[in-house]
């Protein structure tokens, strides 16, 4: 199984999971992928910098997985504003314009990330990492 980041021809961005790459481009073609935001069927992946090796492959060159999060995390934390578990609530009112536009980052449970994006809140999920102390 393999998860892509997908996009519409509107730019909403979600992700899927697939059996293989040529699972992903047999669904294309017979035109069956969708948005999940507006039914739009122009899906196009979203670049990926990250890979994963499989067992008994030799490890390409480039960055570790570990480092990329760890500077999009080290980002997100310069950048961003942590609302902790309000994030939905938050993300709401910048939605509505009942607050302030910012970046904001938080947590959130299922059931109010279905909300979100029934609302057409865009918002993308990053793993947590156990951090290094330097």
Same mark, same amino acid.
């Given at each position: 199984?393999?998860?892509?980041?997908? #996009? &519409?021809?509107?730019?909403?961005?979600?992700? &899927?999971?697939? /059996?293989?790459? @040529?699972?992903?481009?047999?669904?294309?073609?017979?035109?069956?992928?969708? &948005?999940? +935001? &507006?039914?739009?069927?122009?899906?196009?992946? @979203? #670049?990926?910098?990250?890979?994963? %090796?499989?067992?008994? *492959? /030799?490890?390409?060159?480039?960055?570790?997985?570990?480092?990329?999060?760890?500077? +999009?995390?080290?980002?997100?934390? %310069?950048?961003?504003?942590?609302?902790?578990?309000? #994030?939905? /609530?938050?993300?709401? %009112?910048?939605?509505?314009? *009942?607050?302030?536009?910012?970046? +904001?980052?938080?947590?959130?449970?299922?059931?109010? *990330? +279905?909300?979100? %994006?029934?609302e057409g809140v865009q918002f993308f999920k990053i793993p947590i990492i156990k951090r290094q102390l330097n």
């Amino acid at each position: 199984m393999i998860a892509f980041d997908l #996009f &519409c021809g509107n730019g909403h961005k979600f992700e &899927c999971w697939f /059996k293989d790459n @040529a699972s992903f481009e047999e669904q294309k073609e017979a035109g069956i992928l969708t &948005c999940p +935001i &507006c039914d739009d069927h122009h899906i196009e992946k @979203a #670049f990926s910098p990250f890979g994963i %090796k499989r067992r008994g *492959e /030799k490890a390409k060159e480039g960055m570790d997985p570990y480092q990329a999060l760890q500077l +999009i995390h080290d980002y997100l934390d %310069k950048h961003f504003e942590d609302v902790g578990a309000d #994030f939905y /609530k938050e993300a709401i %009112k910048i939605h509505y314009g *009942e607050a302030e536009k910012k970046n +904001i980052k938080g947590t959130a449970t299922t059931e109010e *990330e +279905i909300i979100l %994006k029934e609302e057409g809140v865009q918002f993308f999920k990053i793993p947590i990492i156990k951090r290094q102390l330097n």
